[in-house]
């Protein structure tokens, strides 16, 4: 380069390191983003059961715990199998105060055609628990265990029918991986949908059907008042607590480990990197605190924590494997 150009160089190299400096102090001495308006977060069933709870459970850490200074609102939006809170979120892209306290039905309303909307449309903050599917018949049914029911499937396909809350749903595929797994067809299950889990709870005990797939902490009041019993539960262990005795599939011979009944939070397209950091530290202090153990404790839930990340590669290989039910049962678009 020559004498004149390493001169140069020794003279703007200062320079040069002072602005890098000053560009570093001016990044490090903004302020961390938090909202500035109240927040909303969307809740896809109504006011009642474990979802409801759990939002609730969340706006209040955050208040309490002093994590967001602006109002947090919960807003039911029951209605077309969930979808219809996801198209609320998908009204406010880049807007990180709204988040979506979301079920698996968001592979599988957009899988099965319901919406268009896919969980690659929004941003994942978090994973949040775990609610294992269970297979649960009347207290006095004859069905002791899932060697019982996949005998009786094997003589009659059509000699039980298992209530539902949607076909398709993240219970129904469960029962149908079980049941692949254990030879026979899903196909060709009777599937009986009811509007909510109680009401198919209600209908085993009464004798109209004969199994509710359900998660574990929709089935836990029936069973702990003594009207039913439940036979299998997807997870990979034994659950623990209340139902400790209550044998995993896997125990008894069938894989249903391939989709997962999961809680996460999710925000909508478009927010910066900033806003997602702090919607993972804010739910992950409040995933920490005695109140949320107690309650998933209570509903025999498991905690999963996993920030935006993790989240996102846990859901990637989520979907396909729901999709492969699915497509299995004919009910892929």
């Known amino acids: 380069m020559g004498k004149l150009g390493d001169w140069v160089i020794m003279l703007f190299r200062p320079l040069l390191a002072l602005c890098l400096l000053l560009h570093a102090t001016i990044a490090w001495s ?9 927040v909303e977060i969307i809740v896809p069933t ?14 209040k850490s955050f208040q309490e715990l002093k994590l967001v200074s602006t109002p947090v609102l919960v807003n039911n939006k029951p209605g077309g199998n969930q979808s219809l809170a996801l198209v609320v979120l998908n009204q ?18 957009q899988i099965a055609g319901v919406t268009a909307l ?48 949607a076909r ?28 909510t889990n109680a ?25 702990q008042a003594g009207n039913a019993r439940m036979i299998g539960v997807t997870a990979p262990q034994r659950v623990g607590g209340s139902i400790a005795q209550v044998p995993t599939m896997r125990e008894q011979g069938i894989d249903a480990m ?7 939070i999710f925000g909508a397209k478009g927010i910066t990197a900033a806003q997602i950091a702090f919607w993972e530290e804010a739910i992950g202090k409040t995933t920490g605190t005695e109140d949320w153990k107690k309650q998933l404790e209570t509903n025999n839930l498991a905690s999963r924590f996993l920030r935006s990340r993790e989240f996102g590669k846990y859901l990637d290989a ?16």
């Open 258 to 264: 391939g989709i997962s009944n999961w809680r996460g």
């Open 199 to 223: 009401e198919s709870l209600t209908a085993v005990i009464g004798g109209h059907i004969q199994a509710v797939v359900s998660s574990v902490s929709a089935a836990l009041p029936q069973v």
């Open 92 to 109: 406010h892209p880049n807007d990180a105060h709204f988040l979506f306290y979301a079920t698996a039905t968001i592979f599988t309303n």
């Open 46 to 59: 109504g006011a009642s059961g474990i979802n409801d709870a759990n939002a609730r459970l969340l706006q």
């Open 318 to 333: 989520e979907y396909q494997s729901t999709r492969a039910v699915m497509a299995d049962l004919g009910l892929a678009k």
């Open 30 to 38: 903004q302020p961390a983003w938090r909202p500035d308006k109240a």
């Open 118 to 165: 896919h969980y690659a449309d929004f941003t994942p903050l978090s994973l949040l628990l775990v609610d294992y599917s269970v297979i649960t018949v009347a207290q006095n049914s004859p069905i002791k265990s899932m060697r019982d029911l996949v005998e009786r499937l094997r003589g009659d396909p059509e000699s039980i029918s298992f209530g539902v809350v």
């Open 168 to 195: 398709g749903g993240p219970n129904h595929l469960a029962a149908a991986q079980a049941m692949r797994s254990a030879g026979i067809d899903p196909k060709k299950l009777k599937v009986v949908v009811f509007k």
